[in-house]
């Protein structure tokens, strides 16, 4: 059954539900690593024309899972049926062929390339590409998923929501009966994840089974028809259409957060999920604090075919969040890495508590108070090999105390490195183990801790939630007020709305390197920031 | 460079228990020696192709290598400069950086100071003339990497190409030193030669002169280097992680230039070892070639300085052995080339199954292992 050939199980559905065949079933799958129980008889079905919404937080055994079904992990033990034959998945060649399509969280296509050659290169096992049967075939699936697409467009001129589509494309090209999304809205607008959805809709409604893993709650109840709940490598909980059907979004939401933390976690998760500002209050004091950092006119060049930044200025007063919005790849980084010092301003004036630090190095700043958490964790963020311990003192080597006259003083690392973990709650087994290893969650941790430790006065957070689960999440949030309590200046770059209306003052909308615009956070501030991010304000007056 | 295991890393495995410790070691043992085994049983297979008998070329090869008196000697005497050379090597590679013009390094220092010592030699003090000419050493092979540091630093142009093309026209240029401004008094194109009272001492009553002494301390150097010091872990960090090495505020252009130069200039040193220690005068012609035979060593020692050690004595063996080994079968003195290539080919092999079983799966292929079971 591949997509599109066979509609008439979609009414099958609606009268005898029962008697349908799972697309995929996973019966009492179990995989170990070395020291850890990533999947613990898990048992799971996708149905046709079902979208599974699959939660957990970070190192819950999802990847694995879906590693499993993709044929790029073997399991120890169980079984897995497709379409009602057990196979055994070998290879992820074996499971394209079985039908199983992912689309992983981050994007692969080739941004030089077109989408016709994305698509071709992905799929076509001869040497000669076949142009006309892959125009057909794009415009076929085109129309299954119900949206536009220009063969002849540069991947990388794409929005990244259209981008997706494409990568959904590729995962059905070669006919597929089971698509797999990691953590597909994680780059997305509120817009694109809105499409998606559209996308996700049509697709099942022609008995393609999906699998959605996914962070965001609100999501998982909005989009799945089967939601299932994993924890350290078990399904803790799972709710069929049913079920689904007969409870409000509210009541899911609750009941969901109880199987992931238990009773006693639910009102803590529920403040980062519900979203309730926690900014009330702090008005006043931030309006008569000092203007800790100043960017006066500043320009940079960007990299890697990202937006520089153009004539930006911006002042953030002590205790104050000020956000930064918009759609990834505007500027952001190159707006990062000017204020630490990794980028060289091309003009302007950066000031620290009054201080030009425009000639001050990376390490200056960093010691004058000025801290810098990267998005990018394991690109430039730590050194995944290395140990934790060293990983917290990654900006601090060669200084008192941990370095005397340039000899290393281990115990010295050691003891801070504990007290961090304690501190940040860093879950690691201890302070020697590579932090490679940690989950993407506690890695953070480690980078925040790092970062907030020894004295910040102004600390640049990009994307400070990306990718982590609830608890974390609502953590490093709860961080980043205790530091605005404590008089320190902080700068939230997030493409996530949501986050930034819930933890700033004032969000500054960046637009292809510009500013265009700065919101004061309050009602209908999340709105006049879409349109800030989409263009769609009000056209700011050009210069003459 | 990832699984170079840095001083601060040596902690690692504190938390694991003996048993897993003692597999890191037995691990660590069949990488390291496991390539020169199978190396040299299959360098046995290609001598037993040619027609020579295996078991009495490698009897020759430690006869002459280790177990005769002169042979042990020389032996020794000939890991200095493969240990200077391999912790020039190290501490490049731990810092990601490629330095493959140690050749052109080497010898333009070689030439320089082949050049200078006899005059310098029979003028000055002759210990105070060692210093000088080790500085001199020093200083042309640290000068040699100036420019292939500078462009990657500056501009990320690819440092092996330019190490490449800068050792062939120091290569060249060394020749041309040795004959033009520093050509000696006798018809062939070599400089003049050191007088017997110059050269380094040796020990009592053996030929193993004191460079040998400064070659394994400056191993130990490197390794405490990189074990306990700041600039050594700045260097680390550079190598596992260039871009955490920005992000952490390393200044990455002086480092890359300060690490080069220091590369070049225990290449260096190793050329003025082995002048004044055991040569005494330049060809023009004259290439040892140390450096792309002692990469695959360093490798082995998994660019740690103190164990490169065993693998210089290993070279040592090798090269004074197979010398004698390879006349007497009468083979090319070339066979010690083979030998070395096999020790890589095996290297990357046993490092892909090492790796491939971390990431537990097995060590054979998986057809053949469906086979077994059937049958």
Known sequence: ????????????????????????????????????????????????????????????????????????????????????????????????????????????????????????????????????????????????????????????????????????????????????????????????????????????????????????????????????????????????????????????????????????????????????????????????????????????????????????????????????????????????????????????????????????????????????????RLGEGVVASWPVSVNLVLKRIGQVPYWNRGSVDRSAIDTTARELIEEFDIRTPSPQTRIGKLSGGNIQKAIIAREVAFEPRVVVFNKPTHGLDVRTTHAVRERISEMTRQGVAVVVISSDLDELIDVCDRVAVLDAGRLVGIVKNGPGAATRIGELIVGAAAPVPMPA | MSDATSGLDSGIETAASIPSRWRGWVDALVRSVGPIVLALLTGGILLAIVGRDPIAFYDDVLKAGLFRASGLQDTITRTAPVLLVGAGLIVAFRAGLWNLGSDGQYLLAAAFVAGVAPGLLASVPVAIGWILLAFLGMTVGAAWTIVPAWLRGRYGVNEIITTLMMSFIGVGLAALLVKGPFDGPSTVPQTSVIDPGGMLLNLPDVRIHIGVFLALFVSAAVYWLFARTAFGTRMDVLGANPRAAVHAGIDVPRLILVTFMLSGALIGLAAAVDIVGVFSYMRADWNPAYGLKVVPLVFLARLNALAMIPFAVFFGVMSIGGAYATRRADLPGDFLLVLIGLVLLFMVLTQYLGDKRQRGESLLPRRSRMASVHA
């Not at chain 1, 290879?91 to 394209?96: A, N, V």
């Open chain 1, 1 to 376: 059954m591949t997509l599109g050939a066979d509609r008439s199980d979609v009414a099958a559905r609606r009268t005898t539900p029962d008697q349908l065949t799972p697309t995929v079933e996973l019966i009492e799958i179990t995989k170990a690593f070395p020291g850890v129980i990533a999947n613990d008889h898990i048992s799971l079905v996708a149905m046709p024309g079902e979208v599974l919404c699959l939660l957990g937080e970070n190192g819950a055994g999802k990847s694995t899972l879906m590693s499993i079904i993709s044929g790029l992990y073997q399991p120890d033990s169980g079984r897995i049926k497709v379409g009602g034959n057990e196979v055994r998945i070998d290879s992820p060649r074996h499971g394209r062929e079985l039908g199983v399509g992912m689309v992983y969280q981050h994007l692969s296509l080739i941004p030089t390339l077109t989408v016709l050659e994305n698509l071709m290169m992905g799929a076509n096992p001869g040497i000669v590409l076949d142009q006309s049967s892959a125009r057909t075939r794009l415009a076929e699936l085109a129309s299954a998923l119900g949206v536009v697409v220009d063969p002849g467009a540069r991947a990388g001129s794409l929005a990244l929501g259209q981008q997706q589509h494409i990568e959904i494309i590729k995962a059905l090209w070669s006919g597929s009966r089971l698509l797999i999304l990691d953590e597909p809205t994680s780059m997305l607008t509120p817009q694109g994840a809105m499409e998606l959805q559209g996308v996700l809709r049509a697709l099942t409604a022609r008995s393609l089974a999906i699998i959605f893993i996914t962070h965001k709650l609100h999501e998982a109840i909005a989009i799945g028809d089967r939601v299932a709940v994993l924890k350290l490598g078990r399904v803790v909980g799972t709710m069929g259409p049913d079920e689904l059907a007969a409870a409000t979004p509210q009541e899911l939401q609750e009941r969901i957060i109880t199987m992931m933390f238990g009773e006693a976690h639910a009102p803590d998760a529920q403040v980062a999920e519900l979203r309730e500002p926690a900014v009330a209050g702090r008005a006043v004091a931030v309006a008569t604090a000092e203007p800790l950092l100043e960017l006066v006119d500043v320009s940079a060049v960007g990299a890697d075919g990202q937006h520089g930044i153009q004539h930006v200025s911006l002042t953030v007063r002590g205790g104050e969040v000020v956000g930064v919005a918009g759609i990834d790849g505007n500027g952001q980084r190159a707006f990062a890495e000017v204020i630490a010092g990794q980028r060289r301003q091309s003009a302007g004036e950066i000031r620290l508590a009054g201080t030009s630090i425009d000639r001050t190095s990376v390490s200056a700043r960093q010691r004058m108070g000025l801290r810098y958490v990267t998005d990018d």
